[in-house]
Nanobody, 114 residues
Framework: QVQLMESGGGWVQPGGSLRLSCAASGSIIRFITMDWYREAPGERREWVARIQGGGGTHYTPAVKGRFTISRDNTKNTVYLQMDNLKPEDTAVYFC??????WGWGQGTQVTVSS
């Protein structure tokens, strides 16, 4: 059974940075397309970024140029570097496989406020 564990969230002031990690256990993710999602209070979960097995990356327009998705296959981990954070980035962040997602992890809370 695959388990996903997101970490690295926290509180940061607008303009600050955070680096989220998504560690997978129970499956090798080297050739798997992985996504980051976020769910803000009262909102639906939305897709944020994708990294393909071959390394290609894609971003939702709201974060393009500020967020960078990457992976370390030696650690079976996917990262989301978030720079120039804005209050509207406040949400719980999740990662998962695309397509056919596995069970969801707990997510990691990101709060951007002054």
């Amino acid at each position: 059974q695959v388990q996903l564990m997101e970490s690295g969230g926290g509180w940061v002031q607008p303009g600050g940075s955070l680096r989220l990690s998504c560690a997978a256990s129970g499956s090798i993710i080297r050739f798997i397309t992985m996504d980051w999602y976020r769910e803000a209070p009262g909102e639906r979960r939305e897709w944020v970024a994708r990294i393909q097995g071959g390394g290609g990356t894609h971003y939702t327009p709201a974060v393009k140029g500020r967020f960078t998705i990457s992976r370390d296959n030696t650690k079976n981990t996917v990262y989301l570097q978030m720079d120039n954070l804005k209050p509207e980035d406040t949400a719980v962040y999740f990662c998962n496989k695309w397509p056919e997602p596995w069970g969801w992890g707990q997510g990691t809370q990101v709060t951007v406020s002054s």
